[in-house]
Structure formats: structure tokens, C-alpha cells
């Protein structure tokens, strides 16, 4: 049974520093997913990591993949209140037959 | 292009009915998933459909059910309602690819009373 694992679990921090949400996965992965969700809204897909070292970015977010130690991270750099917001990173594997299993979200509040 | 809709966006219902909650996915896409949204359990995939078919199921029990359309749109269904049920549900499109990025709704928040 896959598992997905995400730390910390709660994460408040100020404006301007830089923090790692750290997302572990159980067994092999064909595709890992970063999604953001706001208080009482949906899902936002963030990024999507399909290979070993891939590496994306957007704005003040970074998300990268190793699919050797089943890691991957994303990074928040000089952040902004507008970032806080709980993320979850989502696995595929399997050929989808459990279609997304989700870790239980990072919240992060950036403190202004 | 219009995003994943869902109807309705909020219900209450009382223990021992049922309930039925509607998705519209992305023009285009004719994969639908549904997912189960608790504090306590967070997200759970609950099943998917494809070409009308249910492709995949999650572990839930039986009382929970759903259908997909020839237009792709999806409903799900749940019978004899417990409080447990109280959850945020999320429908999710995509293109059909089990690797295929999948676009979420906003979300029906069934409460059961």
C-alpha cells in the first residue's frame, strides 16, 4: 500500500525566509503532484514532477524530485503572506488504480 | 475554458438519507474522480470513471456510488448517510491518462445531521 508522508505538518514562519516542506513516498511513483489549497476552496495544481532530478519552479516555489530516496521538496523562498496556504503533495503509481494518495498537507501561515 | 463545477456547494442532510452530488469536468476531459475530504482522514480517493465506465475504486464501503455520463459529466451517490460522511467531497477532471495532471472542483460540503 503506498503511503505519503509529508513534514512538517504546521509550519508558521515570517515574511522574507526560506523554508522546505519534505514529502516521502512509500513505493515507486509514476508521477508526484505539488497542490495548494485556500481555506475553503479547492485544489490548485502547483507542479508536476515526472522523472528522477526534475526540478520546477514557479515565482517564489520550487519543487524537485528523487526518486532514488522516494523525496521530494518544495521549497519556499523569502516568503510572502500571500503563500500561506496548506499544500499537499499527491503520488500516482500503479497505473493509477488508487487514483492520487495524498499526504495530510503541510499548513504554513506566513506571519507578515 | 470553464473549470470543473460542481452542484450543489453545500448540503445537510440527516442521518438515513441519501444524496446525490453532480460534476461537470473540463470540456474535453473524460476522466472523473472523486475524492472524500476529512480533517481526520484528509483526502481519500473514492473511484473514477472513464468512458462511462468505473475504472478504479477506492476503499469505501458499497453505500457509496456513482456514474459518468456519455457527456463526461459525473454524479455520485450515497446511500443510508451516518455522520462519518460529513465531508468535503471534490471531483477532479482530466484528460484520461492515469498520469494526466487531474484539475479539481470546487468542492460539495455535505454535512449529515
Known amino acids: 500500500e503506498l503511503k505519503v508522508e509529508q513534514n512538517p505538518l504546521f509550519l508558521s514562519m515570517q515574511e522574507g525566509k526560506n523554508y522546505t516542506i519534505y514529502c516521502n513516498y512509500s513505493?515507486?511513483?509514476?508521477?508526484l503532484y505539488w497542490y495548494r489549497q485556500d481555506p475553503g476552496k479547492s485544489l490548485e495544481s502547483l507542479f508536476v514532477?515526472?522523472?528522477?532530478?526534475a526540478v520546477k519552479q514557479e515565482g517564489r516555489l520550487m519543487a524537485s524530485l528523487d526518486t532514488k530516496a522516494r523525496l521530494s521538496t518544495l521549497h519556499i523562498t523569502a516568503a510572502v503572506h500571500d503563500l500561506s496556504a496548506t499544500y499537499f503533495c499527491?503520488?500516482?503509481?500503479?497505473?493509477?488504480?488508487?487514483?492520487?494518495?495524498f499526504g495530510k498537507g503541510t499548513h504554513l501561515i506566513i506571519q507578515p | 475554458k470553464a473549470g470543473v463545477t460542481q452542484t450543489p456547494r453545500y448540503l445537510i442532510k440527516t442521518r438515513g438519507q441519501q444524496v446525490t452530488l453532480s460534476c461537470s469536468p473540463i470540456?474535453?476531459?473524460?476522466?472523473v474522480s472523486w475524492y472524500q475530504q476529512t480533517p481526520g482522514q484528509g483526502l481519500q480517493f473514492l473511484f473514477e470513471?472513464?468512458?462511462?465506465?468505473?475504472?478504479n475504486k477506492g476503499n469505501f464501503p458499497g453505500r457509496f456510488s456513482g456514474r459518468q455520463f456519455s457527456n463526461s459529466r459525473s454524479e455520485m451517490n450515497v446511500s443510508t448517510l451516518e455522520l462519518g460522511d460529513s465531508a468535503l467531497y471534490l471531483c477532479?477532471?482530466?484528460?484520461?491518462?492515469?498520469?494526466?495532471?487531474?484539475?479539481f472542483g470546487p468542492g460539495t460540503r455535505l454535512t449529515v445531521l
Open positions: 477532479a477532471s482530466s484528460l484520461g491518462q492515469h498520469t494526466d495532471t487531474q484539475y
Open positions: 513505493t515507486t511513483s509514476d508521477r
Open positions: 514532477l515526472l522523472s528522477n532530478g
Open positions: 499527491a503520488v500516482v503509481s500503479g497505473g493509477g488504480a488508487d487514483g492520487l494518495t
Open positions: 470540456s474535453g476531459h473524460r476522466s
Open positions: 470513471y472513464f468512458s462511462e465506465t468505473q475504472r
